[in-house]
């Protein structure tokens, strides 16, 4: 069993930053992958990004490449999704997920995850 704690929400203008941490505990192996999703009110969770526990491969979805990077946090043994660039359309709940297949390429399906935190809130303000 596998428990997600996202913490690094908040409210910031246009053109901000933030950064998201996901932090897992329990049994982690370097197979899993973590990803970042996020969802709006009355819409389904839509992938960001994603990348392996051990801090390999990465996947980032077209909508943020470039503005979002996804990484390991070896001090913190955290998942990172620095965010930069922060457009009003950012605002949603954030969540981190995991996948514990070993797989060849990280998967973008939300019903492919196994364990998801709480959520945090990112509000952009234009």
């Known amino acids: 069993q596998v428990q997600l704690v996202e913490s690094g929400g908040g409210l910031v203008q246009t053109g901000a930053s933030l950064r998201l941490s996901c932090a897992p505990s329990?049994?982690?192996?370097?197979?899993?992958?973590v990803g970042w999703f996020r969802q709006t009110p009355g819409k389904e969770r839509v992938f960001i990004a994603a990348?392996?526990?051990?801090?390999?491969?990465?996947k980032v979805a077209d909508s943020v490449r470039g503005r979002f990077t996804i990484f390991r946090n070896n001090a913190k043994s955290t998942i990172d999704l620095q965010m930069n660039n922060l457009e009003a359309t950012d605002t949603a709940v954030y969540y981190c997920?995991?996948?514990?297949?070993?797989?060849?390429?990280?998967?973008?399906?939300?019903?492919?995850?196994?364990?998801w935190g709480q959520g945090t809130q990112v509000t952009v303000s234009s």
């Open positions: 997920a995991i996948d514990i297949r070993d797989r060849v390429q990280q998967t973008t399906a939300e019903d492919e995850y196994d364990y």
């Open positions: 329990g049994e982690m192996y370097s197979t899993y992958t």
């Open positions: 990348i392996t526990w051990r801090g390999g491969r990465t």
